[in-house]
């Protein structure tokens, strides 16, 4: 069995690796092969899907809690009409080419319920989910929707990209704001109130704005007040005339500035209905602990003590947990916020408490080496089943020209960068744009409006190479994006699924190459181990990816 420890950030390889300035290196002969064997890529190399895994798709039997049987159907070969951009190689520095738009290919489709109108959504919501462009329900938004749906608290836990940011607002839309159920006496009518009914957190000010985006597109123009963004970084102020003049239904902020106006009597949540804490392993990290603390206490609370004890406390509010690596001590967590809480994930859901820190919730035990067909399931909960893995070899010096002749090896059009040090990234934006590749940096020490306009560059195609650190490891949504590079390595497995996450979503194709000098080999290999995944040594000769094959 595969065993879970108990904290988030296992720093399993010690401090991340040294890295030091890169020099202005153009040309240089690349990559010997030292007798070891040397084939092309093998772009047959069918992926692993989700149906082969062969998941349970009924609730545990042995579940003493009464939850209905989600009903599974086949997957059926559709794919969603989001719009996916590529790109045309200019090469020339001063050319800023919008990428021409082009579909990328979903290779293996998370869908399972046929459409949204199976899970018991209202119809106003049908209806825009329509408008918006969504027809059919991801696996996990199929198991999540009822599930929320039905009152319970939950942890859904499924893979980077699989839309996780849906399966939790659409519960939470059916019954907050305009769209929502009609009650009894047949009323829709949406009744402005003096409290907030949901309040989603996210670790950061790009996925908190990312998630606030994707209630606008259901809302539509005219009810997009009904949520309001309460990030980090932007005016506060404005922030808090907002919530006295427009009354937002719903809330989407970072912990700081939630915690922050909470704490200035700006924001009234305590007849809360929803919380959700996107990147809940993020969340409870140490960093965030004393604004975390305030919002858990604060939102939807009852006033007045409860005898009954802490359960009984926070009836009145639903906790949704959320993440693509869910450590046990999440499941620790939620088991004592929640009243009978369930672990959602695409194929299943059962009561957290069947889940035992030795089960295979996720990947995030260093794996003794036994049982690798468990190893492989349970990396596959975490990873993109289309994603292609490999790690190439190069000295320091050189590592970020291999990454441009990675990017030309296999045409990538819309590449995230990952560096450890911030200090770094604008080195390497230099050394890519010195070569014809339009880069550009992106970290927290940059201001609101560097940050977005970065950001809007690199989703419209104008920048190519998105070079960057762990802030955009999590919850950062670009279709396009058909390549991730890490120039330095990931601390551990599971910021390694994060980083890898930012390509194939949505069972697009995708490719994520690992860039390290010789020493650090046995860093990939211990990843690869962890993860129960394949990363094959590689080159890029020729302009193409050569996969080394070991002896
Ligand atoms: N049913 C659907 N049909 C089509 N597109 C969808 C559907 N559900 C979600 N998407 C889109 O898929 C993309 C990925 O979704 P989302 O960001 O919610 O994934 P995620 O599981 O939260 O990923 P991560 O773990 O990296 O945060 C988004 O662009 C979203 O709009």
Not at 276 to 301: A, K, P, Q, T
Not at 322 to 332: G, K
Request: proline share 6%; with cysteine; glycine share 8%.
């Amino acid at each position: 069995m595969l065993a879970l420890p108990s904290t988030r950030l296992l720093l399993l390889f010690g401090e991340s690796l040294p890295s030091s300035r890169l020099p202005n290196v153009s040309r240089k002969v690349w990559g010997q092969t030292s007798g070891r064997f040397v084939s092309q890529v093998n772009p047959d190399n069918g992926p692993l899907t989700l149906s082969s895994l062969g998941f349970k798709s009924d609730f545990d039997k042995t579940n003493k809690i009464k939850a209905d049987k989600i009903e599974r159907l086949d997957v059926p070969n559709e794919e969603p009409k989001s719009k996916v951009r590529g790109v045309g190689s200019n090469g020339i520095k001063t050319v800023k080419a919008v990428r021409v738009k082009k579909s990328l290919e979903i290779e293996s489709a998370p869908f399972s319920a046929k459409s949204f109108s199976e899970l018991g959504l209202p119809p106003m919501l049908l209806e825009r989910l329509d408008t918006a462009g969504f027809t059919v329900p991801t696996d996990v938004q199929s198991a999540a929707v009822p599930t929320i749906l039905k009152g319970h608290d939950v942890v859904i836990q499924s893979y980077t990209g699989s839309g996780k940011t849906l399966a939790y607002l659409l519960p939470i839309l059916s019954e907050v704001g305009p769209l929502k159920k009609k009650s009894a006496n047949g009323e829709s009518e949406f009744e402005k109130k003096k409290e907030i009914d949901a309040v989603i957190v996210a670790p950061s000010r790009e996925l908190g704005m990312q998630i606030v985006r994707e209630v606008e597109k259901l809302l539509g123009p005219t009810d997009k007040k009904v949520v309001q963004q309460l990030v980090g970084g932007a005016n506060r102020s404005r922030q808090e005339e907002a919530l006295k003049k427009n009354k937002p239904a719903i809330v989407v902020g970072t912990p700081g500035r939630i915690a922050e106006i909470s704490a200035a009597g700006k924001l009234h949540t305590h007849s809360c209905r929803f919380l959700v804490l996107d990147e809940v392993d993020e969340l409870l990290s140490f960093n965030f602990r004393e604004d975390m603390h305030r919002i858990l206490e604060h939102v939807g609370r009852r006033t007045g003590s409860d005898p009954r004890g802490s359960i009984a406390k926070w009836a009145a509010r639903r906790t949704i947990m959320v993440s693509a690596t869910v450590p046990f001590s999440v499941i620790r967590a939620a088991r004592s916020w929640g009243s009978d809480p369930l672990l959602v994930q695409a194929k299943k859901v059962m009561p957290l408490e069947a889940v035992s820190p030795s089960g295979p919730v996720n990947i995030l035990k260093p794996t003794s080496g036994s049982d690798s067909s468990m190893r492989t399931q349970a990396a596959l909960q975490s990873l993109p089943p289309a994603l292609k893995h490999y790690h190439c070899v190069a000295k320091l010096q050189h590592k970020v020209d291999t990454l441009r002749r990675c990017v030309h090896a296999l045409d990538a059009k819309c590449v995230i960068a990952f560096m450890n040090h911030t200090k770094q990234l604008k080195d390497a934006v230099f050394k890519l744009e010195a070569r014809g590749m339009v880069a550009a940096e992106l970290h927290g020490d940059l201001g609101k409006l560097a940050r977005s306009t970065t950001l809007k560059k690199f989703k419209n195609g104008e920048v190519r190479v998105l070079v960057t650190n762990e802030l955009s490891a999590r919850g950062l949504d670009v279709a396009e994006c058909d390549l991730v590079v890490n120039l330095d390595l990931p601390t551990d497995s599971i910021h390694y699924a994060h980083r890898a996450g930012r390509t194939g979503r949505l069972g697009r194709k995708g490719t994520v190459v690992t860039i390290c000098e010789e020493p650090e080999v046995f860093v990939v290999k211990k990843l690869q181990k962890q993860l129960g995944i394949p990363i094959p040594a590689c080159e890029f000769t020729e302009g193409k990816l050569n996969v080394i094959k070991e002896d």
